[in-house]
Nanobody, 112 residues
Framework: VQLQASGGGLVQTGGSLRLSCVVSGSTFSSDVMSWHRQTPGKQRELVAV???????HYVDSVKGRFTISRDNAKNTVWLQMNSLEPEDTAVYYC???????WGKGTLVTVSS
């Protein structure tokens, strides 16, 4: 099983980015998927989760700004990030709950 995350980059405050995570080597439709982020010296934190049926959960700090979505036919989960703030700067990781698989991470940098 491999998770390939992409879409990170440098953006100004208030900008947007869309992260993608493609899962290969396994079925996808029955898996809970999530995005997490980590900054140096801090623990990795959960950002957003999407269940098999499409229900979602967000950490309070990103509610109303981030949207997690999935396409089971494409084995892909996205994280649309709007109104980005410098505090959102981190390496973002996607995770498949079953088996606790992680992608390598993609760096998001928000400049003030």
């Amino acid at each position: 099983v491999q998770l390939q995350a992409s879409g990170g980059g440098l953006v100004q405050t208030g900008g947007s980015l869309r992260l993608s995570c493609v899962v290969s080597g396994s079925t996808f439709s029955s898996d809970v998927m999530s995005w997490h982020r980590q900054t140096p010296g801090k623990q990795r934190e959960l950002v957003a989760v999407i269940a098999v049926g499409g229900s979602t959960h967000y950490v309070d700090s990103v509610k109303g700004r981030f949207t997690i979505s999935r396409d089971n036919a494409k084995n892909t989960v996205w994280l649309q990030m709007n109104s980005l703030e410098p505090e959102d700067t981190a390496v973002y990781y996607c995770n498949r709950a079953r088996g606790n698989y992680w992608g390598k991470g993609t760096l998001v940098t928000v400049s003030s």
